[in-house]
């Protein structure tokens, strides 16, 4: 996988006080772990042969669910892990592949559930959900407490994580990469690159939009469709402005973070509902899952994993800070040198 941002040679990443994490990140870790511990509960009460919170006692029955349960448990262990690793000094030593992609997948699944609540809270108040969707309510082998409890604790788990890898992000990569400065000092991107990328943002939020009204027409409407469509076009009006540099004003670091969220979100649910609709399981029900919309989901996936690739290796044209793109063949001034991407930058 390609690392997302990478730092200057020779340059090492700016790092904390030998007097520990500060304050904060230990809260943070804290309140991370302690969010973690209503989902491991219910995982491992499951996992050793307890029904409660079913309303199915044979739900989850079988070796699919026993390994389904035992892998989103190591999942939501990983992330308690993660959360006290990346506030230590030993965390900043862990490589960067070994931090990246759990974190993409945890941006992505808890990014998406921080956008998804307020969502469906609207849109539980201003629509009434379909004969369809009030069935697979009716037959839902899981109560509702279970959901409350779960979405709430990764809702929390959500704010202190993804803040713990922010700042980790900013101290490890963004920083010393050179992301923090503004676009209009970057060295423009060629032409054609630039035209595929933007025919990319376009294809994923087209991606998203068609399996909105494909899920509508099955009566299958929900929130979930409706925050891909958002973040899509989030993730894609960050990667058009890293790709046209524009607005000059605006700092590379606020682009990829935009479109590293959104991006995550998308590709991470839409994988997950994707192993959802192609796996049997008590979560899909009876009735057989059309091939379009299981495609769409896998597309989605897909997309949003590339939309963060590419938006890693839009940085690499950098220009020198403070000249315009208008003034590039100007003789640089003088400085330590990256390896074929010209003056390397310090904010």
Known sequence: MTQLVQTRPGHT???????????????????????????????????????????????????????????TLLMELTAA?????????????????????PMFVGTGLLGGILV????????????????????????????????????????????????????HSWERWIRPGGWTTRLSTWAPVPT?????????????????????????????????SIVA???????GAGLIALATRTPGSLRGSSALVVTYVGAAAV??????????????????????????LAILEFLRGLSGFITVIVASRLRKVRSVPGRRMGNLSARPAKGPQTEGHGTATAE
């Not at 009204?213 to 009566?219: D, G, H, K, M, N």
């Open 267 to 292: 590709a991470a649910w839409g994988l997950f509902f994707f192993i959802v609709m192609s796996l049997p399981n008590p979560l899909r029900g009876d009735d057989p899952i059309p091939t379009t």
């Open 81 to 101: 892990a993660l959360a006290v690793a990346l506030v230590l000094e030993v965390g900043k030593r862990i490589p960067a592949w070994l931090v990246q992609i």
């Open 116 to 167: 998804l609540l307020p969502v469906e809270a609207i849109r539980s108040a201003v629509t009434t959900p379909s004969a369809k969707q009030t069935a697979m309510t009716e037959f839902d082998p899981i109560a509702g407490w279970v959901y409350a409890m779960v979405y709430g604790g990764f809702a929390v788990l959500g704010v202190a994580l993804l803040t713990i890898f922010a700042l």
């Open 192 to 224: 054609r690159t630039r035209v595929l990328t933007m025919a990319h943002a376009i294809g994923l939020v087209a991606i998203c939009v068609a399996e909105l009204v494909v899920a509508t027409r099955l009566e299958l409407f929900g929130s979930h």
């Open 13 to 71: 990443p700016t790092s904390r006080s030998r007097r520990g994490p500060g304050r904060l990140r230990l809260v943070l870790a804290t309140i991370a772990v302690l969010a973690t511990l209503p989902y491991v509960a219910i995982k491992i009460l499951w996992l050793t042969g307890s029904t409660i919170g079913l309303k199915d006692p044979d739900a989850l029955a079988g070796s699919a669910m026993e390994v389904a349960n035992a892998i």
């Open 229 to 235: 469509v958002l973040l899509s076009v989030v993730a």
